[in-house]
């Protein structure tokens, strides 16, 4: 069963559809990493938030993925579009757990 994390991504003001761009670009990355099954990209646009609900084959595998992006330098990337930072990104994921079938 997938462990299933989900990260929000606030945005500054205007940078919305920047931010889209971002992920649509990022996100084929993350989809071929191994380990990832799926990933669901939701816009809140009140509040011009992106929330990502990832679905990883084990908890260990997102662990890999996230230090290859730190260690890549998603953070400067990210920085002009987002509230927070990198480490306000990395406080606002959750790992969720286990997908249970009941």
């Known amino acids: 069963m997938s462990f299933v994390v989900v990260a929000k991504f606030p945005c500054k003001p205007g ?4 931010m889209g761009d971002l992920l649509r670009a990022a996100l084929s990355d993350t989809r071929a990493f191994s380990g990832c099954e799926r990933i ?3 816009l809140n646009e009140a509040s011009g938030t992106y929330l990502l609900v ?3 084959d084990q908890e260990s595998s997102y662990d890999t993925y996230l230090q290859w992006r730190t260690d890549t330098g998603i953070a400067e990337v990210l920085a002009p579009h987002i509230e ?3 480490d306000g990104i990395l406080a ?3 790992r969720l757990g286990i997908m249970k079938d009941i």
């Not at 940078?15 to 920047?18: E, G, R």
């Open 15 to 18: 940078q919305v559809d920047a």
């Open 40 to 42: 669901d990209v939701v």
């Open 54 to 56: 990832e679905y990883w």
């Open 84 to 86: 927070g930072g990198w």
């Open 92 to 94: 606002s994921v959750d």
